[in-house]
Structure formats: structure tokens, C-alpha cells
């Protein structure tokens, strides 16, 4: 069974850089497919964030491109998110999924907010 | 970016009865529409793509419709499991986007 779980600090300082890792079980993330970033905001907004393919090509939403960076470490089946220059209006939920169109498979979300 | 407009924010309903769900997309997506449905403490799922087919594990009760700017969720004899929050998508061009989701309570 495919599974993705995502993990990370809960609460992120204006101004800091928000790190998340997605570890993927069940799937070999580069056998196959793109790898995204989404988030959820209060109020229920989602945004799909980008992607790192199966071959490392990244693609990222132009809203964000001067601040994501998309990685990943196949020896541990994980890849990353990395947002630079957080401010509150990052505060929401993140997930993992695989896809980079069609979202086939999420991890269950880990909450992040950003505060001093 | 592509606008997607959901409606009802909010609806209630029985089990055994069936519901509607209406996504607008603010141009043309052709059928590059996916249906996702979030439960509390559970991974979202992806219901229905391409407008209208099921993804494998998807109860017959789902359907989906339309195509262009115009899609409709519809749930046929809802169960309690049902009751969730559905969101629809856009893949016909980047960056994708979401609805703001429908929230399906019991009555």
C-alpha cells in the first residue's frame, strides 16, 4: 500500500524558512510519477505548490517560484519542501501527494503556522 | 490562473438521499476536472477524473458531469460515510487549482 506521511516543525518564525519531508512507503518515487506540495489555508483555500518528477525535474507554482525549492533524497524515499521569507499568510495545512496533475495518493497533512 | 467556483459551501442532507455538487471553472478546462473527497484524520481521496471516471475504489453511488466551464458531483444514495468535504480541481493548465469545497453534513 501506497502511504506518504509528512513531517516537520509545527510553528515557523516570520522571515524563516519552512522544511518539510514527505516520506513515501509502498513506491519507489523514481519508478514513476511526480511528487507534489499542496497546502490547505484557513478557510479551507488549497493551493497546489509544485513538483519534483520522478527524474528531479522540478516545477513550481509561479506564486511561489522565488521562494520553494522542491528536493529530495531517494536513498530515503523522501523528497522536501523548503519556503524561504515565511510570513503569516503561510499558515496552513501541507501535504504530499503524488501527482503532478491528478493527486492520487496524500499524506494526511501536517499543520504548520507561522508566528513569533 | 483558472478560477474554480464551487456551490453550495454547505449542504445537508439524509442518508438514502442524493446530492448535487456544482464546480465552475472561470474558462474552459475541456474535462481536465478531478473530484477529491477530505475526511478528518484520513488522506484525501481522488474520486473521479477527466470530468467523469471513476478512479478505481470509487462507489458506483459517485458520478461526475460536464465539461468546458460546467461540472457536477452528484452522490446517489448517499451512505454515512459519505458525509465529507469534496473539493474539485483543475489540471488543464498550470498553475492547477482548487475549489473551496463543499461541505456535506447530515440533516
Known amino acids: 500500500e501506497i502511504q506518504l506521511q509528512e513531517s516537520g516543525p509545527g510553528l515557523v518564525k516570520p522571515s524563516q524558512s519552512l522544511s518539510l519531508t514527505c516520506s513515501v512507503t509502498g513506491y519507489t518515487i523514481t519508478s514513476g510519477y511526480d511528487w507534489s506540495w499542496i497546502r490547505k489555508f484557513p478557510g479551507n483555500k488549497m493551493e497546489w505548490m509544485g513538483y519534483i518528477s520522478y527524474s528531479g525535474s522540478t516545477n513550481y507554482n509561479p506564486s511561489l517560484k522565488s521562494r520553494i525549492s522542491i528536493t529530495r533524497d531517494t536513498s530515503k524515499n523522501q523528497f522536501f519542501l523548503q519556503l524561504n521569507s515565511v510570513t503569516t499568510e503561510d499558515t496552513a495545512t501541507y501535504y504530499c501527494?503524488?501527482?503532478?496533475?491528478?493527486?492520487?495518493?496524500w499524506g494526511q497533512g501536517v499543520m504548520v503556522t507561522v508566528s513569533s | 490562473d483558472v478560477q474554480m467556483t464551487q456551490s453550495p459551501s454547505y449542504l445537508a442532507a439524509s442518508p438514502g438521499e442524493s446530492v448535487s455538487i456544482s464546480c465552475k471553472a472561470s474558462k474552459s478546462i475541456s474535462n481536465n476536472l478531478a473530484w477529491y473527497q477530505e475526511k478528518p484524520g484520513k488522506a484525501n481521496k481522488l474520486l473521479i477524473h477527466?470530468?467523469?471516471t471513476l478512479q478505481s475504489g470509487t462507489p458506483s453511488r459517485f458520478s461526475g458531469s460536464g465539461s468546458g466551464t460546467d461540472f457536477t458531483l452528484t452522490i446517489r444514495s448517499l451512505e454515512f460515510e459519505d458525509f465529507a468535504v469534496y473539493y474539485c480541481?483543475?489540471?488543464?493548465?498550470?498553475?492547477?487549482?482548487f475549489g473551496a469545497g463543499t461541505k456535506l453534513e447530515l440533516k
Open positions: 501527494a503524488r501527482g503532478g496533475q491528478l493527486f492520487d495518493y
Open positions: 477527466s470530468g467523469s
Open positions: 480541481q483543475q489540471y488543464n493548465e498550470y498553475p492547477y487549482t
